[in-house]
């Protein structure tokens, strides 16, 4: 194919394209008065996308046109900047033939060149923290850690020992904000630079500042002061007039629905005096410089929400109990999930045998689990707090943390301490669901026994025939032969028992489903959930045996 040819003949078919000249493997042509250029590849390549940029031009506030030159020429002769046609993955090239990629870029470059005013002004939007981003000063970023969503709030402005810079709304509480680094500690609070979050309710002609058009106190009295447009709702308004300030520095939050998403940018304001006066009037009155900064909102109720997290998890209590492989997994998936609050007991230290199925790594061999767990948890998210006890739980502690949770998780391999503290919890009246969760010697099957003690039901039910005998645990599928065929001893009765990482995750992941549900609706029965390989099957409550000697009927 010759691709030059093949270019040349569709730009041809334009009328309002002139082609004005040739190089290598980019054909320059002429539409409204600019010049631009169509660079093809040279090799044939299904995944590879032409593209246009357009020559030598001044002007730097139309949008999707990027305001960086790309090195075209060898002598940098001429300006040439990108036009960006695509949003990412919205075509497939390699389901393009060369022909369609050719005229799909030019229709989209001569529809982007026909939009209104207003359509610009939408388009600018869309890329409004590039713009921002590029205009800003690079102070490295500052993240944002906001409380109420939506509402105008004042925030606390830090500063790390290494330069970095947040702003935590009051109410925020950060497991690093006492750090110590070299006997200092790590974040010291700014007084000198109160920060104000304000959401925009109306973004009609907020645009972000370009090459040409940088933000000055004009912009910010418009957002605050906007006559045509109320931009700011009126609570927030009304705070900006009881906000005094003395400073000569403040730093703004703003906030922007965008396409159904909402994107938050920052700047340092420079006033002319430190007088006493409301944030209004010197927002009005004094400003001397707008100073736009990168900012990226990293709060854990923003996270949640960007990738779907149940977010009514975030003010619940989880009381954990047990850090072993199987606790240590649903407590990272826990704080991942939306749970920001956990309190674990375990008294074990971490073997180098359990190494490869446990989530906390070689560090903290011989070293405690739950403070191992704690110490690794908090580090993917400063809003995460862990309460880690060493200690095996008993009847004094569980009584005490029952009364503080939200929910009591069981993820302990010995039957026995389980099905003490069963009788616990029904003997308390406990009213907090509790979630009992054991894995089958074998790594093969799994079980999670959701229990309210309100309900028919409990862990002892498992225990129980028909005619209320003890038995094994009838939920169990290996029989004692093979549990003790899958026991590992290493002397003085220890044990362990062989299972791999499989049946972690698989339990895991239900768990997670079964939690999230619980929140959602109160359920009518107590169930039992057993989880193969292949299938997860929910037994109801066929488990309950009226005659249990714990939660059964004695008149029966």
């Known amino acids: 194919m010759d691709k030059k040819k093949v270019v040349f003949q569709i730009l041809d078919s334009y009328a309002e394209i002139t082609i004005t000249d040739q190089q290598d ?8 008065g600019k010049e631009y250029g169509c660079w093809y590849p040279e090799i044939d390549q299904d995944t590879s996308s032409p593209f246009i940029f357009v020559k030598n031009d001044t002007e730097y506030d139309y949008p999707h046109i990027l305001p960086t030159s790309i090195p075209m020429d060898k002598n940098f002769a001429n300006k040439y900047r990108y036009v960006c046609l695509d949003e990412n993955d919205s075509t497939i090239p390699f389901l393009q033939s060369f022909e369609e990629k050719i005229i799909d870029i030019i229709e989209k470059l001569i529809h982007l060149l026909s939009l209104s005013d207003i359509e610009k002004a939408e388009e600018f939007q869309k890329e409004f923290l590039f713009y921002w981003n590029q205009a800003a000063e690079d102070t490295g970023i500052c993240k944002l850690y906001i409380g109420k969503e939506r509402e105008f709030q004042k925030l606390n402005a830090y500063k790390s020992n290494d330069g970095a810079v947040r702003f935590v709304a009051n109410g925020i509480c950060l497991n690093d904000a006492n750090k110590k680094v070299n006997g200092s500690k790590k974040w010291r609070h700014l007084p000198e630079l109160p920060v104000f979050y304000i959401p925009i309710t109306d973004k009609r002609r907020v645009l972000p500042p370009t090459r040409d058009k940088k933000w000055t106190a004009e912009n910010i009295v418009m957002l605050i002061y906007g006559k045509q447009f109320n931009r700011i709702s009126h609570e927030s308004y009304v705070k900006l007039g009881l906000e005094k300030i003395k400073t000569k520095y403040v730093g703004l939050v703003f906030e922007i629905e965008i396409d159904g998403n909402y994107i938050d940018f920052a700047a340092i304001i420079e006033f002319r005096s430190t007088k006493n006066d409301t944030l209004l009037n010197k927002l009005k009155q004094e400003i001397v410089e707008v100073v736009p900064i990168v900012s990226k909102r990293t709060d854990y109720y923003y996270l949640c929400k960007q990738i779907g997290n149940e977010i009514t998890l975030l003010d619940k209590k989880v009381l954990l109990i047990g850090a072993g492989s199987l606790g240590s997994y649903i407590a990272r998936e826990l704080v991942k999930t939306g749970v920001r609050s956990l309190t674990v007991y375990d008294k074990e230290l971490l073997e180098e045998e359990n190494l490869l199925r446990h989530t906390i790594g070689d560090l903290w061999v011989d070293c405690s689990k739950v403070f191992g767990l704690k110490c690794e948890l908090e580090r993917i998210h400063p809003e995460i707090h862990i309460n880690a006890v060493e200690k095996n739980i008993d009847k004094n502690l569980l009584v005490a943390e029952m009364k503080k949770a939200d929910l009591i998780l069981f993820a302990v391999g010995s039957s026995t301490v389980q099905w003490e503290m069963n009788k616990i919890l029904k003997e308390q009246k406990c009213n907090v669901k509790v979630i009992y ?22 862990f002892q039910c498992l225990f129980t025939d028909e005619q209320g005998c003890l038995i094994n645990n009838k939920a169990n599928n290996v029989s004692e032969i093979d549990v003790e065929a899958y026991k590992i001893r290493n002397g003085c009765g220890g044990t362990r028992v062989a299972y791999g990482n499989a049946v972690l995750l698989r339990t895991t992941a239900v768990l997670l489903d079964v939690i999230r549900k619980n929140f959602e609706r109160a359920e009518s029965t ?9 299938d997860v099957i929910d037994v109801k409550d066929t488990f309950v045996e009226r005659k249990c000697r714990c939660c059964g009927d004695e008149d029966i």
């Open 437 to 458: 969760t054991w894995l089958e010697a074998g790594g093969e099957n799994s079980h999670i026994l959701s229990i309210d003690y309100n309900k028919q039901g409990c």
């Open 25 to 32: 493997n980019i054909v320059f042509f002429e539409i409204g």
């Open 526 to 534: 107590n169930n039992l959930i057993n989880i193969t390989p292949t």
